[in-house]
């Protein structure tokens, strides 16, 4: 079984333009959000785990360590402490606390399709990523 390592490029989206307003991103930027298809690099170095997630537009990685808060700086220019908890092998939760508190849960559907799910206030957002082989 294969696990959230590996590149992984974005196949289809659903609310997330809804998504990026709730969490207090300005019109121009979600316009830009909602029209990239990031691709998304998951490294792991024992117990500690990386995301880059690049578009034509910007990069932005981070690493972390299951349960360990750290600060983030999100694409869209905010500045949360973020902690990630590994809930099964195949499925992370990441909640993100600042001015627009957010969760993102990473979930595996199959060896090759990563779902993640975005929620902030009474939004959700889907997007879902085919690995890249």
């Known amino acids: 079984m294969a696990g959230f390592a590996g590149k992984w490029k974005m196949e289809s989206q659903d609310n997330f333009e809804e998504y990026m307003k709730a969490i207090g991103v300005g019109l121009m930027m979600r316009k830009l959000g909602g029209s990239a298809k990031p691709v998304l ?20 990685e981070f690493d972390f360590k299951f349960g360990e808060e750290f600060t983030e700086h ?23 606390k600042g001015e627009y508190p957010s969760t993102i849960i ?22 879902v990523y085919k690995r890249d082989s």
């Open 41 to 60: 690099t998951i490294s792991n170095n024992g117990d500690k785990f990386g995301i880059k997630s690049e578009t034509s537009v910007k990069t932005t």
């Open 74 to 96: 999100t694409a869209d220019g905010r500045k949360v402490q973020s902690t990630i908890l590994e809930e099964t092998p195949r499925k992370w939760v990441h909640e993100q």
């Open 106 to 127: 990473r979930e595996l559907q199959d060896d090759n399709t990563l779902l993640i799910t975005l929620k902030a206030k009474d939004v959700v957002a889907k997007r």
